[in-house]
């Protein structure tokens, strides 16, 4: 037994030192994609680019999330970011932009991902149709993402919960699809 765990614990203080590597590694990787996705909100705020010509940018930036994931969902985390930090300081038609590209990543997702991945089909769905009620005023097609979202995870309270509040909402405001404009972007 005494030496089972003796090699145990010489296994774990191998691997420590590379976890350790790989964490700062990652540290370092989130800190970089914040800093650019900041460069990107003051470029815009200064009028030196576009909002056009910086989501042609950062569809060229691989990791612009931070995160390690597939090209389309760390496109589309970095927009959502960029877009809420633009809506932040009242740029709304900046904003709009991003979520708009942010949501043509997440079709794509939606499409390329199997039904038999379940989770992370509903995981795009869901954060398609938060993109699509909040901030772009297609309220109808945010419902039929969360219905199939909620379809795919029954279980998942926190799509119910998104449905249930945009249900609240559809009831007080049409949506953009119905013929009446609704004011979805402040600015």
Same mark, same amino acid.
């Given at each position: 037994?005494?030496?089972?765990?003796?090699?145990?614990?010489?296994?774990?203080?191998?691997?420590?030192?590379?976890?350790? =590597?790989?964490? %700062?590694?990652?540290?370092?990787? @989130? /800190?970089? =994609?914040?800093?650019?996705?900041?460069?990107? @909100?003051?470029?815009? &705020? &200064?009028? !030196? #680019?576009? =909002?056009?010509?910086? @989501?042609?940018?950062?569809?060229?930036?691989?990791?612009?999330?931070?995160?390690?994931? =597939?090209?389309?969902?760390?496109?589309? &985390?970095?927009?959502?970011?960029?877009?809420?930090?633009? &809506?932040? @300081?009242?740029?709304?038609? /900046? $904003?709009?932009?991003?979520? $708009?590209?942010? #949501?043509? %990543?997440?079709?794509?997702?939606?499409?390329?991902?199997? #039904?038999?991945?379940?989770?992370?089909?509903?995981?795009?769905?869901?954060?398609?149709?938060?993109?699509?009620?909040?901030?772009?005023?297609?309220?109808?097609?945010?419902?039929?993402?969360?219905?199939? !979202?909620?379809?795919?995870?029954? /279980?998942? %309270?926190?799509?119910?919960a998104a449905r249930d509040t945009l249900l609240g909402d559809r009831k007080?405001?049409?949506?953009?699809?119905?013929g009446t404009e609704v004011e979805t972007l402040k600015g």
């Amino acid at each position: 037994m005494n030496i089972r765990l003796s090699l145990l614990c010489a296994g774990a203080v191998l691997l420590l030192p590379r976890l350790a =590597a790989d964490q %700062a590694d990652d540290r370092k990787t @989130v /800190d970089d =994609a914040l800093a650019f996705r900041r460069e990107i @909100v003051s470029s815009i &705020l &200064l009028d !030196a #680019e576009t =909002a056009q010509t910086a @989501v042609a940018r950062l569809t060229q930036t691989p990791m612009a999330s931070g995160l390690r994931l =597939a090209a389309d969902a760390d496109f589309a &985390l970095a927009a959502i970011d960029l877009g809420q930090r633009l &809506l932040s @300081v009242g740029r709304s038609k /900046d $904003a709009e932009v991003f979520f $708009a590209a942010a #949501e043509q %990543a997440l079709d794509r997702l939606v499409n390329t991902t199997k #039904e038999d991945d379940a989770k992370t089909r509903a995981f795009y769905l869901g954060k398609r149709a938060r993109i699509r009620a909040q901030f772009l005023g297609k309220l109808a097609l945010a419902e039929a993402d969360l219905e199939e !979202a909620i379809r795919l995870q029954p /279980d998942d %309270a926190r799509l119910k919960a998104a449905r249930d509040t945009l249900l609240g909402d559809r009831k007080a405001k049409p949506s953009k699809s119905s013929g009446t404009e609704v004011e979805t972007l402040k600015g």
